[in-house]
């Protein structure tokens, strides 16, 4: 009854009748430069690109990166244990550390410690103009973080284009509030922008093995994501750039992988960027100097596991040999991680007869300035016990030089050659390389063949973590990932687009960690392979269609199937103008069952099919929104982690057996401002 409803409804609006025009945004022609740092067309790159428009994604009342993402073919986003976001690209998640490089305004705001980005994820779309994404592996350009994809979120107050003020509020107890305001004086212009986003949240869970005597917990999910970011343009081709980030959340299912009983702890993600750029507005050999800062620091307090089991099993407490004590006599955690990056970076293009070439060269000195870890002993409140969970004053030295050349064979056939070099002081040198040829085989057909070669250098964590859950290994090698792709693109025209995407790639020296000892270790070869298609269809100067589909498949070097990843995932969009002040945004979201552990006995988690449904009422400069995002209240489900479900102080760890429920129908209000 529910997918008949969809149907209907779906249908309902494609026949429906329209009395103004909607204006067509320009998706196809749009020029992107993520691909080659060369402005082309999306379907000219030597890449899979995707670029999402902040004006679309407001009429299907995404309101967030994290939400927009989603839209994308071959990326599914989950969350941690912690509460920590996660986006899975064609299957890669990494275990501890992020594969994709994450950009605001073409600065990358990865740590060094885990790769970590994920406190940027709830950037509203009211701040942004587009989001850029490069579906694969992208070093040759962009260096390690771009192992398997790259995202960059450009923002409004960049564009200095205009001024911004939003709020909105959900039915889950959700507020965000946020501005973009532009400055426009003789010798600059300033642009500013910020936003604070409150969650107040918590949801039941449970049970829990190996807690027997307690069925329910509560996830306790409370978190605060505060920003401000500032441009400055002069006259003379200089512009800065800077922008401050503080997420502060609640444990979740627990930091430590246990429930937490009560008075649950926050913990502290704060990233500060700055950059200064000379770009020329004449074109000439030099395309852009960049001098960057930046700073990160992961700090707060948490509760790891209860010590005393009494609130719990009394028979547990007893086989464990603890004496029974009550709350807050528990496992707890404390600690601060604070890294410094400075960084240059110098780029060349130059036209000769049919190469476009780009090439550059890049330095970064990243340090770990200040880090601690404190617990307790059993059954003290008192943190007096040192761990040493990253190792101290530690620093990395990264030099590359790169090379981009695109040479145009005839007016037809072009091919791109790419190479780069990184070289760091604490592990090996790595060269990534890239082979693609395009073919237009007329005005609406494009082919591709593109083959790359892209590298993770290990993390701090990786290379340097000191106690349980991670303990470091410094012989770790890069993992190294192939990836060939064969992509099929006809545009017909403005209004209607189709695209079709083969991929095959295959990873080497994947970094895993080993439970009984929690070390990490090079764990072999993972292989995967893939399709993506999409399409997008305007039925008149009203109304829109849009659908794509992706499959991913994932085994090991000992044929166990990846975990945690839906293979089957799929979008049907539809936007319609009623008139020239009501639109109706339409989507569903539809993610294939997920897989635990290959040693896990639970059942797949359910596939899931939801339908979000947008109102949008625009009145001049002013528009006031409402959705309902999951209006039939599927069931969402993220597999959890399977524990060895003991009670060992040190090594024990438990299993939510009935994995990670999350939001069900939900409904949203907002109100936007926009104006020169």
Known sequence: MKSLLIVCTAFSFLIANGVDELNLLEDLNLATEISTKTKLNSNKTPSIVSVLRSDELHQLGIRTVYEALELVPGIQTSIGTAGAKEINMRGNKSFIRDKMKLMIDGVSVNSELIGSSYFYLDFPIENIDRIEIIRGPAATIYGSFAHIGVINIITKSSKKKKNVYFMSHSSENRSNVGFTQKILENDVDIAIDGFFTNNKQSRETGPFTPIISQSSFQSREDYTNKSIGMHLDFKNNLSFLSRYIKLSTQNYYGYGDWPILDDPQKIHSTSLINELRYQPKISGLLSDIKLGYKTYQFDGNS??????????????????????????????????????VLYSDISFKKKIDSHSLLFGAYFSQSKIKKTYYLTNIPFSTTLDQAQQAVRPNVKRDQYALFLNDIYDFNHQISFNFGLRLDKYSDVSSKI????????????????????????????FLELYGGSAPYIGDTSLKSEIIDTLEFSFAHQHSLKENYNINLFYSKMKDYIANDPATFRLFNNGNIYSYGLEVEGEYSLN??????????????????????????????????????????????????????????????SNTPDYLGFDQTVTYRYKNFSLQGSVRNLFDDERIDPSPLGNNTLDLTTGSGTYENDFHRDGRTFWISAKWEFE
């Open 541 to 602: 100067s009203f109304t829109r269609f849009g659908a794509n589909y992706s499959y991913v498949h994932m085994k090991d070097s000992s044929d166990h199937n990846a975990a945690y990843i839906a293979n089957h995932l799929g979008n049907l969009i539809l936007t319609h103008n009623l008139n020239s002040k009501i639109t109706l945004g339409s989507r569903v979201r539809y993610i294939g069952e997920k897989k635990h552990l290959y040693n896990d006995t639970r």
């Open 432 to 459: 990534s390389h890239k082979l693609a040829a395009l073919y237009d085989a007329n005005d609406k057909d494009t082919y591709k063949l593109i083959y790359q070669r892209s590298f993770r250098a290990p993390s």
């Open 303 to 340: 509760r790891l596991k209860p010590t005393s089991l009494s609130d719990f099993d009394t028979t547990a407490a007893t086989l464990s040999g603890n004496t029974i004590l009550a709350f807050p006599y528990d496992l707890l955690g404390q600690g601060l991680y604070k890294e410094d």
